[in-house]
């Protein structure tokens, strides 16, 4: 297969939307929604046979009904996935690991568009999940409810009126609601600012944490914003914060870009040009080190000094360059040095197709 | 606009904080931020399974402390649907259905306190089709003590049109039968 089929099978395609507001920075928003029904266990203590019951009413009511909301959903058993098929679904944020690794009886229905993925027995019941390219939180959000409430004339949900959505765990009780947006912010991480906005975005309920990597590693400059408090809150409060909260951090980013470009341009040139010239020939190369070097294309992009590049290169390729797809776009299992070759090679031939 | 902590830096960050529905407004420069911010960032870091053995902990030697040698040791808290103990919630940090938040009730709203920066009730949507019945009975009880305040204030034209009101609400609250 060409890589460019590959890619364009490979990612989603709500990720190839033009619509999405601040792209540069924000790349993508994600509005998810825990849900449960009364008469079941939660997952977590359900037994195999309450968890396959479980399964077959949700994805009878959700497959079945002659309406279907955001176009029709596909259900897919995770025992009826390979191990790679699953890793790639999780490297796409389609599912989590939980759900692939873990879950008894689980499934995800996902629209064609892949904008819509709903898990079935992840930690609750229900995960419903929403995403859309770019920064839309209220678009988002708007849409999340109407999923939400076609979604809630199939099955009834668990809810009480002083707790809210009743949830697996105490940390989602209330709205049930995550809303998160993944944004690129390698200047504020050049001048070690984003350490003094982290206190102040905590406070009011929110968390900032690296998407790759572990600890406090954040692999590509890469981080998700979202609302730690689902309780107290309306889901438009917090919408509404998370916007406040996005738009400072766009903002002092943007002056963060500014004043080192002020400062040492040429700096900051010659690192975009080199990173550029080690993705497009470097013979082998590891996760950390391309992610890197991706930041930094993006950003040079981002700064009208490469032109021949789309800017979406950089959450494309971390999706791509992660293990399930090197594997699948070589067809076999690959060992993690194998892996550093195909994945220069595969970031290589990227960097060639590119509309001049 | 000057920090309102320290009166004396400009405030750089707005923001609105809602606790319980209360809206207020936050201006802070960013050095109070910080401050304040750090001993908030604590609860923020914590994994709810520590949290809540913390919070176990913290339970024991109280009931030690209480129980002499003749009593005996309290019937262990378990939800009566599932079967889980509050033991074992707390150690797996998850509950294990819908009933265990009544089972466990009286033990939830610390923890819900520290998890969610001091809420305890939520604010948010209520699903249509379980939530329908609530959203009229949030009404009632609104409209009930409007009535309580007119009738105190001796305001009866006012008082009489909201019984009304509640009246056709309660109504609404009935089963409709054909609609189903
Ligand atoms: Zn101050
Ligand atoms: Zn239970």
Avoid at chain 1, 2 to 20: C, D, T, V, Y
Avoid at chain 1, 224 to 241: F, P, W
Avoid at chain 2, 15 to 30: A, D, P, R, S
């Amino acid at each position: 297969m060409s890589l460019e089929r590959f890619i364009s099978n490979a990612l989603s395609p709500w990720m190839k939307e033009e619509s999405g507001a601040e792209k540069d920075i924000v790349l993508s928003t994600r509005i998810r929604f825990a849900r449960n029904l009364n008469d079941y266990p939660f997952p977590i203590i359900s037994s195999e046979h309450s968890a396959e019951t479980l399964r077959s009413f949700v994805s009878k009511e959700l497959t079945e009904s002659s309406e279907s909301f955001a176009g029709s959903l596909e259900l897919l058993n995770m025992e009826d996935l390979s191990k790679n098929e699953k890793t790639m679904l999780v490297e796409k944020h389609l599912i989590s690991p939980h759900l692939a690794e873990r879950s008894t009886a689980g499934a995800v229905l996902l629209n064609e568009k892949e904008s819509v993925s709903l898990m079935v027995n992840e930690e609750d019941h229900l995960r419903i999940q929403c995403l859309f390219p770019g920064f839309q939180p209220e678009e988002g959000l708007r849409f999340a409810n109407e999923l939400d409430d076609w979604v809630e004339s199939k099955v009834t949900y668990a809810f009480d009126e002083k707790r809210g959505f009743l949830t697996s765990c105490p940390t989602n009780v209330g709205t049930g609601m995550r809303a998160s947006v993944m944004m690129h912010l390698p200047a504020l991480v050049m001048t070690k600012a984003l350490n003094r906005f982290l206190p102040a975005i905590n406070q009011l309920g929110f968390v900032v944490r690296g998407i790759y990597g572990e600890g406090s590693e954040a692999l590509g400059n890469l981080f998700q914003i979202s609302n730690q408090t689902t309780l107290g809150k309306s889901e438009e409060d917090i919408v509404e914060d998370l916007q406040g909260i996005v738009l400072q951090i766009i903002e002092q980013e943007h002056e963060a870009r500014r004043s080192v470009l002020k400062t040492s341009r040429i700096q900051i040139e010659d690192r975009i040009f080199r990173s550029y010239g080690i993705l497009s020939n470097s013979r082998i190369i590891e996760t950390k080190e391309a992610a890197k070097r991706l930041s930094d294309v993006k950003l040079g992009i981002d700064l009208d000094l490469i032109n021949d590049i789309k800017g979406n290169i950089l959450n494309e390729l971390m999706i791509l360059m992660q293990p399930g797809f090197l594997q699948q776009y070589a067809d076999q299992p690959l060992e993690a040095k194998e892996r550093d070759v195909r994945r220069a090679a595969l970031i290589r031939e990227r960097m060639k197709i590119e509309p001049r | 606009m000057l920090c309102q902590e320290c009166q004396q830096r400009q405030a750089s960050l707005h923001f609105t904080k809602i606790v319980n529905g209360q809206k207020t407004e936050v201006h802070l420069c960013e050095e109070c931020a910080r401050e304040k911010g750090e001993t908030i960032q604590g609860t923020n870091s914590y994994s709810i399974h520590d949290l809540l053995s913390g919070i176990l902990k913290f339970d024991k030697p109280l009931k030690d402390e209480a129980s002499t040698s003749y009593t005996k040791a309290p019937k262990p808290l378990v939800c009566d649907n599932c079967g889980l103990s509050y033991e074992r919630f707390v150690k797996t940090g998850r509950f294990g259905c819908t009933h265990c938040y009544e089972a466990f009730e009286t033990k939830l709203d610390p923890i819900f306190k520290k998890v969610h920066s001091g809420n305890l009730r939520h604010y948010g949507k209520i699903p249509k089709r379980s939530g329908a019945q609530m959203q009229v009975q949030r009404e009632i009880d609104e409209e009930r003590l409007k009535l309580k305040e007119s009738v105190a204030k001796e305001e009866f034209e006012k008082a009489a049109s909201i019984r009304d009101y509640i009246k056709e609400l309660e109504q609404q609250m009935k089963p409709k039968g054909e609609e189903g």
